[in-house]
């Protein structure tokens, strides 16, 4: 997950899932955790490299 500037301010990787839907959440550490953000998302395999990628942009409206 990226701000509009291009820093990253979370990431996780998933090794050998063993399902082709899942669901995932993440935190994000600013505070309060307000703006646009963009989800980048790459689905790579270590035999064929990278197969999909995507991107998403979101709005999160922090406490306050």
Known sequence: IFTPSGQ???A???V???TYRMT???HLRSVPPSGVYRL???VTYPEI???AQAE???E???EG
């Open 60 to 62: 999160t409206h922090g």
């Open 12 to 14: 996780a990787s998933i």
């Open 8 to 10: 990253e301010v979370a």
């Open 40 to 42: 980048h998302v790459n």
């Open 24 to 26: 995932f959440t993440m």
């Open 16 to 18: 050998e899932a063993m």
């Open 49 to 51: 490299g990278e197969v």
């Open 56 to 58: 998403a942009d979101f």
